[in-house]
């Protein structure tokens, strides 16, 4: 189990970075044929190039996590990309896509369904809560 974790977390940092990678590159290539190919920005052909091999990495470890986890587990985890992505796209230098409060309260509650999705679980498939967590029978609602 430890093991398709890794492997599907693994490929969610692989493939935000893609995303991140072509987004940063597609705004410094040009998009209308023909291309001037000299004047064409190395830097981002070669991010451009590194995040398309990135996303092939990201593929061989779903295909790994598959094979270690069960599919409702492991296509939650790769929710969390949009939280990286968010993220990312707000933080690295020459991409500053702004952070609203609706957008990071979407996020939050995108991660809040992951970890719901993957608490631990008894040998009976119910989730493991803590006593303190539970509400006493005997609550009083005003």
């Given at each position: 189990?430890?093991?398709?974790?890794?492997?599907?977390?693994?490929?969610?940092?692989?493939?935000?970075?893609?995303?991140?990678?072509?987004?940063?590159?597609?705004?410094?290539?040009?998009?209308?044929?023909?291309?001037?190919?000299?004047?064409?920005d190395?830097?981002?052909?070669?991010?451009?190039?590194?995040?398309?091999?990135a996303?092939?990495?990201?593929?061989?470890?779903?295909?790994?996590a598959?094979?270690?986890?069960?599919?409702?587990?492991?296509?939650?985890?790769?929710?969390?990309?949009?939280?990286?992505?968010?993220?990312?796209?707000?933080v690295?230098?020459?991409?500053?896509?702004?952070?609203?409060?609706?957008?990071t309260?979407?996020?939050?509650?995108?991660?809040?369904?992951?970890?719901?999705?993957?608490?631990?679980?008894?040998?009976?498939?119910?989730?493991?809560?803590?006593?303190?967590?539970?509400?006493?029978?005997?609550?009083?609602?005003?």
């Amino acid at each position: 189990m430890k093991r398709g974790i890794a492997f599907a977390l693994s490929s969610v940092l692989l493939v935000s970075g893609a995303q991140l990678g072509m987004r940063w590159s597609m705004t410094r290539l040009p998009t209308q044929w023909p291309f001037n190919f000299p004047q064409l920005d190395l830097a981002a052909l070669l991010a451009l190039a590194g995040a398309i091999v990135a996303y092939a990495l990201s593929m061989l470890c779903w295909l790994l996590a598959l094979k270690h986890l069960p599919l409702s587990r492991a296509y939650s985890l790769l929710s969390l990309s949009y939280a990286f992505v968010y993220l990312g796209a707000a933080v690295l230098p020459g991409l500053g896509e702004p952070l609203s409060l609706p957008r990071t309260l979407g996020v939050a509650l995108v991660i809040a369904g992951v970890i719901a999705i993957n608490a631990p679980r008894r040998p009976d498939r119910t989730t493991v809560i803590k006593p303190s967590d539970a509400r006493s029978e005997h609550a009083q609602f005003d």
